[in-house]
């Protein structure tokens, strides 16, 4: 089937499932809410679209934010900001999980207003979490739960749109809160030092115009030590290193730095759930972690946590191979 039969299909289905009534789309500004939102728009007048963003206040980036508002104006559409800060500070109080949080704070946020229309999500083959399995479901439509990436950039590129990048990263890009690997306990030193680092490294790259395919800083270390362990690709020359180093030291709640420009091993202390459970520990490893440093990783897991409140996993420390 070529795109613009799939998208015909797509545009059947809306008027199936939104009939009279209004449509809010949990929109990103990414690729899939995009294409979302444009095959709406083509297929409705306008004023019967909203796009809702979950706005996540500081653990949102300032490029991510600028994109939501460019897109939503280009595409002149009505947006509205719904907050999910504090619903994330306390899930990320008992460790990264990024699964939750798609199910629960933005899908959650955005399911709010299923009293007053029809909510539309961005699911789609290639996602990895939040995918609802079928298309529509209890006043919630996925229109592009059957294509994969290829195929959505393709209708993309049909209608003309291109999609502001962050530099976080080739694939999914908007959160800082993903880059600290443990528990968030107190926002002011663990959550602070991972807001700071990932604003200040891409600040510096966009500086020096500097091409990347990833970009983070990934915040890891005991509780009481925050290791700062930046991630480039590819990776920048000598001064361009120094500088991202220097900055970032001078954040107070930053107690080391390092630039990861060869292979490592992380010591990953975890729930016991995920320690004595394989999948988990694969899935952590080679689809969480692996795909976010820039060089080559193996990951220690013979550390059991005896923190109740640790609900995931925490990267206690580092070492290079």
């Known amino acids: 089937m070529n795109i613009i039969n799939k998208i015909e299909e797509i545009k059947n289905e809306y008027k199936l499932y939104a009939e009279d009534k209004k449509i809010y789309i949990a929109f990103s500004g990414g690729l899939d809410s995009t294409v979302a939102a444009l095959i709406a728009r083509d297929t409705f007048d306008n004023s019967k679209i909203t796009l809702i963003n979950v706005c996540f206040g500081a653990y949102s980036y300032s490029k991510g934010l600028e994109a939501v508002l460019s897109l939503a104006n280009q595409m002149n559409l009505r947006l509205f900001f719904t907050q999910g800060e504090k619903e994330q500070e306390n899930l990320m ?99 602070r030092a991972d807001v700071i680092a990932n604003e200040v490294l891409h600040d510096i790259l966009d500086f020096y115009n500097y091409e990347r395919t990833l970009g983070n800083v990934k915040i890891i270390g005991p509780l009481s030590k925050n290791i700062a362990l930046i991630n480039v690709k590819p990776i920048p020359e000598n001064s ?6 220097e900055k970032i030291s001078q954040e107070e709640t930053i107690d080391e730095v390092v630039f990861v420009d060869k292979p490592l091993k992380l010591k990953v202390a975890a729930n016991p759930g995920i320690i004595n459970n394989e999948n988990s520990k694969y899935w952590i490893e080679n689809g969480r972690l692996a795909p976010e440093f820039a060089m080559p990783i193996e990951v220690d897991w013979n550390t059991k946590s005896n923190n109740n409140k640790l609900w995931t996993f925490s990267v206690v420390d580092y070492q290079f191979l």
């Open 93 to 191: 109080y008992h460790g990264p999980n990024c699964n939750q949080c798609t199910k629960n704070i933005k899908l959650g946020k955005v399911k709010e207003f299923v009293y007053k229309g029809l909510v539309v999500v961005g699911s789609n083959q290639s996602d990895s979490w939040g995918k609802l399995g079928i298309k529509y479901n209890d006043g919630i439509y996925s229109p592009l739960l059957n294509l994969n990436k290829k195929e959505i950039n393709e209708i993309l590129n049909f209608y003309g749109f291109k999609i502001p990048k962050i530099g976080e990263s080739n694939f999914r890009e908007g959160c800082k809160f993903k880059h600290l690997l443990k528990m968030a306990v107190n926002n002011k030193f663990h959550s």
């Open 240 to 245: 361009i290193k120094k500088i991202i180093i």
